[in-house]
């Protein structure tokens, strides 16, 4: 079985930055494509961003371009998720997901069901 798990969430001020990280443990499962969804009180759970871990091809959701970075750390074998000029429209559960199966689409990049394993989302809160 593969674990996913966030760390990094919290309360933040607008304006503030926070950095997301995902690591995964149990067995070994390949790596082709990681990413971020988030999920607000009420709504769908929404793409956010995505890396390709081979080729380091990252593609974002139009909400969050030029305020995200996400980036992976092949010697951690973990992936992080910073966002700068914070919103109260952030706030949300904030999951890493990843994709063992190679893409071919972009979207298998941004589809929910692209993905084959789940981190159990931790609180991101931006206060206005």
């Known amino acids: 079985q593969v674990h996913m798990v966030e760390s990094g969430g919290g309360l933040v001020q607008a304006g503030g930055s926070l950095r997301l990280s995902c690591a995964g443990s149990?067995?070994?499962?390949?790596?082709?494509?990681m990413g971020w969804f988030r999920q607000a009180p009420g709504k769908e759970r929404d793409f956010v961003a995505a890396l390709d871990w081979l080729s380091g091809y990252t593609v974002y959701a139009e909400s969050v371009k030029g305020r995200a970075t996400i980036s992976r750390d092949n010697a951690k074998n973990i992936f992080s998720l910073e966002m700068n000029n914070l919103k109260a429209e952030d706030t949300a559960v904030y999951y890493c997901a990843a994709r063992a199966r190679r893409p071919i689409a972009n979207s298998d990049y941004v589809g929910r069901s692209s993905y084959d394993y789940w981190g159990q989302g931790t609180q991101v809160t931006v206060s206005s």
């Open positions: 149990g067995r070994t499962y390949a790596r082709y494509v």
